[in-house]
């Protein structure tokens, strides 16, 4: 009797470690939004920094053209719903309006983080965002982080 | 638009797609197959049998009975090196009041140098710095939730400048927050002998139109904009007292005509998860400048607008249904501009009619460059039937 009882209250911690180890690992999960490691922006709000990726504002405050960059994949679709909070569809329409009604083109896209690592350390005014988990030291040389989005 | 300098300007526009050594180069294409019955008797008799008479095409391109194909827009962006954006926009479209016609339409062609967000220059053909609808929506089906380009906005009946030829600045300030203030002004060649004309290539008038718009952005909701623009022309040409009366304008019995034409439009626009709410009016009048028309015609006014609203209801919002009322109250006789059409040296009058027309209906979005629509539309006056019902499926890519 004692020997079953033991039996399943294993197998209840071990699920409920599988879960919470899960759930932790998913709770830990964040994006990051950098900025060249020129930039004088030290941090942003989110709607602000919504509002350069739609092109809403197309300068920094210093004067300089704000060059955002934007990658394929799982991390593209956090960055939809975490910070612009707008569904796929509503992204393509928004693109498709603004370039009928102001002639103004999305952001460029790239394939993965390391390029858009490559990018933004290397443009002046270049914003773009990278899963934390994948900004290693050189990264870090490269980028300044300004906003950090848990997911 | 003559058909020469459609032509010419078609060249133009191929000649520089292919020549511009572009950074990034975009495509996109819009258009809209509609199918539509109307029925019922006219909404005002006296109207249709002037129309029947004296009238251009009744209806509105994407609402008569039966299939109905629109047309195809093609418009391209590139972005070019020294902060220079080209954007050429062509329009494959059927003729108003033709069956088979298409013609080719130049709809904007301009070159944009952006020296700061708080200031643009274009040059070309655009949109005049007008409203909300016209700068923003103009006539593409799949962009709008209703179905049918409202009369005040339609280039073929002239009653708003939509289009401008000329130079345009352009530009936004952020006042504090994520709050932005726009602002547009340009200068152009103004109207045509008839309002349905752009002049293009020269205006010998002496005179140009000057618009000028102002825009509140505010961060409420998805889309908050409150805006207001104005317009001021000067208009030459000739007093046709009678519809369908041709008149030769070498002829010198022929009455010149100068009128000051001013414009209002004040527009509101929220769009938030749940509710979209679109509103825009138009205050226009001409004024007699020489002062040889008789009182009727010297000082007439028109009134216009428009109110939309609609829900974004299902998955991701995919499904608006809404309601829409649009209306025009033109003076007698649509005033001594509005009804003239010339054609080469002879100049004429048709009948322009008032409308006022409620709309209601479900657009649903399948796929994010597809929107289908069905739409019912009661007609209150004017000389289209009472009712009608337009199936419409808009695309983009």
């Keep these: 009797m004692m020997k079953r009882i033991s039996r399943r209250l294993l197998a209840v911690s071990l699920v409920f470690g599988a879960l919470t180890h899960e759930s932790t690992a998913r709770a830990g999960r964040q994006l990051a939004i950098v900025v060249n490691r020129g930039a004088s922006t030290s941090s942003l709000t989110a709607d602000a920094v919504k509002s350069y990726f739609l092109k809403q504002h197309k300068q920094w405050p210093s004067g300089e053209k704000v060059r955002p960059v934007q990658q394929e994949g799982a991390a593209h679709a956090v960055f939809l719903s975490k910070v612009l909070k707008m569904s796929s569809a509503d992204y393509e329409r928004y693109w498709l309006e603004r370039k009928y009604s102001a002639a103004e083109t999305p952001p460029k896209n790239v394939e993965d983080a390391e390029a858009v690592v490559k990018f933004v350390g290397a443009m002046n005014g270049a914003i773009g965002y990278v899963d934390v988990g994948q900004l290693d030291a050189k990264a870090r040389d490269k980028l300044r982080v300004i906003h950090v989005v848990s997911y | 638009m003559p058909r020469f300098a459609t032509k010419l300007l078609a060249a133009l526009f191929l000649a520089t797609a292919t020549n511009a050594e572009a950074q990034e180069l975009s495509l996109n294409a819009f258009g809209d197959l509609n199918y539509g019955y109307r029925f019922g008797a006219p909404a005002r008799e006296s109207d249709a049998e002037s129309f029947a008479a004296f009238g251009e095409d009744i209806h509105p391109k994407n609402s008569h009975s039966g299939f109905g194909l629109v047309g195809t827009d093609f418009v391209l962006t590139a972005e070019l090196p020294w902060d220079m954006v080209y954007l050429g926009e062509i329009n494959f479209q059927v003729e108003r009041g033709q069956q088979s016609e298409f013609e080719i339409d130049v709809e904007r062609m301009f070159l944009e140098k952006r020296f700061a967000e708080e200031l643009n220059v274009q040059a070309g053909l655009f949109f005049t710095p007008v409203g909300y609808f016209n700068r923003t929506l ?113 002829d010198p019995t022929t009455e010149s005509m100068r009128l000051r034409e001013l414009g209002f439009d004040a527009h509101l626009v929220l769009k938030s998860r749940w509710v979209n709410f679109i509103a825009e009016g138009v205050y226009q009048r001409h004024d007699d400048d020489l002062g040889n028309l008789p009182a009727a015609e010297a000082d007439t006014r028109v009134l216009g607008g428009l109110v939309e609203l609609s829900m974004n209801l299902g998955p991701e919002g995919s499904i608006k249904p809404f309601v829409r009322y649009d209306r025009v109250d033109l003076p007698d006789n649509a005033g001594p501009y509005l009804g003239l059409r010339s054609e080469e040296e002879a100049i004429t009058r048709v ?33 289209r039937e009472m009712n009608a019902v337009v199936a419409q499926s808009a695309f983009a890519f």
């Design chain 2, 138 to 250: 103009y006539s593409r089906a799949f962009l709008m939730t209703s179905a049918q380009v409202p009369d005040l906005f339609e280039e073929e009946l002239g009653i708003v400048p939509t289009h401008t030829v000329g130079m345009q600045v352009h530009g936004q300030v952020t006042p504090g927050g994520e709050h932005r203030l726009g602002y547009a002004l340009s200068v152009g060649n103004g109207r045509a002998k008839n309002p349905i004309d752009n002049v293009y290539a020269r205006d010998d008038d002496g005179w140009r139109s000057v618009t000028a718009m102002l825009e509140w952005s505010a961060p409420w909701a998805n889309e908050f904009r409150f805006g207001v623009s104005g317009w001021a022309d000067r208009i030459r040409s000739y007093r046709v007292t009678q519809l369908g009366e041709v008149r030769d304008t070498t």
């Design chain 2, 351 to 383: 009948f322009v009619a008032e409308s006022s027309m409620g709309m209601a209906g479900v657009a649903w979005d399948p796929a994010p460059s597809w929107r289908l629509k069905l739409e019912y539309s009661r007609a209150f006056t004017g000389p």
